[in-house]
């Protein structure tokens, strides 16, 4: 038995008036686990100890000179609520030890104390501990993921967007986000979320394009046993499941006209219907609203409500395309090396000169989406140290090659220098298809490569 597994350190303090029952608790569970174990004979030097040493678990005995068990207990968990606290009584207390539990204790021993349920105690209040950090972490790890995977950026444009997100991210109120597909709208909603009051809290997405306003209300607000056929049990929706969290309702635009009268009466009563029942039940989320189309014109167009429009529009977030803040892509495109390295374990350093030109030229329809499928492709595909332009996709070069952005007269040798450049560029700089594209002979072309500098 080793209840410090995947827990370290593990430090315990054992409080108790009797010296023989602090060194018998000791030496017992020394000798069944690896804990860090301190004892005390009273409260106050134990809360003392506690100011300058973090115990992840408590062992206590109610009855203590000065400050008994009780006020021990209630001073831990107002103090330190992360410990847990183990109480030890004499067999005459339980009903008091029972009342400990109740007001946070995790559990309570009998004296005389059985060491070996006294460990399996132990074990398992620090498999709880052990289950909350994980909880912690995980939700850190998901907050940094989702703030980190477009949210990132030295542009003006990305970071009034950061601004603004840090600044309504604690507000109780609906929020809009709208942008272009891939500019990462959903993670603006999870970077809201996770900086934000509600951050304990569930955050449940959902996509409201492709379904029936019935499908709809049946996945937001839930039915009951029985509502239509098929209803073998009542079923609880996302809205209902999100209670005290944030609910991101993506391509809202799509949402059907019946279906949004009915997310209009939720927004301004907080309270749902389920399907096929009577009871309304009170649910408090904050909704974050989203979508690519301009919601103002589908307002004007009469394929979405005005009312509704302003109800979840209390504040407006509009991220930015990717063309729009270009100076960006060199910073996104060393973020995704960094994922696409350690999935596919490999070691690419970064992009040749060449397809760094390419990519500052291209205007990126799918914004940062399409520039990491652009990366994950090429640390996929590349062979080298560095993504080369032969590991691009082809629609991109060929835009390149037949891009006319240039307005300065050029001499004919930069000319024939930048349309042989082009060719090797098309041709994954194969030699044998460049010289006949440019119907010259491989001597020649190998020649016109020495004298451009174009090996």
Known sequence: MN????????????????????????????????????????????????????????????????????????????????????????????????????????????????IEEL??????????????????????????????????????????????????????????????????????????????????????????????????ANELFGHEKGAFTGAVDTKIGLLESADKGTVFLDEIALMPLNMQMKLLRFVQERCLIRVGGVKSFPVDVRLIAAGNHDLKQEVESKNFREDLYYRLKVVSITLPPLRDRK??????????????????????????????EILGQYPFPGNVRELENIIERGVALSDKPVIGCEDLPGDILELSITSLEDTSWKSLEEMEKEYIRKVLIQTGR??????????????????KMKRFNLD
């Open 119 to 216: 460990a399996g105690l132990c074990t398992r209040a620090l498999e709880t501990i052990r289950l909350v950090r994980e909880t912690q972490a995980l939700k850190k790890a998901l907050f940094n993921q989702s703030r980190q995977q477009y949210l990132i950026g030295h542009s003006p444009a990305i970071q009034d967007v950061l601004a603004l997100v840090k600044k309504v991210c604690s507000l109780n109120c609906n929020i809009l986000v709208q942008g272009e597909s891939g500019t990462g709208k959903e993670l603006v909603a999870r970077a809201l979320h996770f900086l934000g009051i509600r951050r304990e809290e569930p955050f449940i997405a959902f996509s409201c394009g492709g379904f029936t306003d019935e499908l709809i």
């Open 327 to 356: 100076e960006d892509i060199p910073l996104l495109i060393q973020h995704f090396l960094k994922r696409y390295n350690k999935l596919f374990n490999k070691h690419v350093a970064g992009v040749d000169q060449e397809t760094m």
């Open 430 to 447: 194969h030699k044998g298809r460049a010289s006949e594209v440019l119907k010259i002979p491989r001597t020649t072309l190998w020649r």
């Open 3 to 114: 209840p410090r597994k995947n827990i370290s350190p593990v430090n315990v303090a054992v409080i108790d008036d009797e010296p023989i029952a602090c060194r018998e608790i000791k030496k017992g569970l020394a000798r069944r686990t690896d804990f860090n174990i301190e004892t005390f004979l009273d409260g106050e030097s134990a809360l003392k100890r506690m100011e300058t040493a973090l115990f992840d678990l408590v062992l206590c005995d109610l009855r203590l000179p000065g400050m008994d068990g009780m006020e021990v207990l209630y001073t831990i968990k107002k103090r330190f609520p992360q410990t847990r606290v183990i109480i030890i009584t004499a067999y005459g207390s339980v009903d008091l030890a029972i009342r400990a539990i109740q007001a946070g204790a995790f559990h309570f021993v009998v004296k005389p104390v059985k």
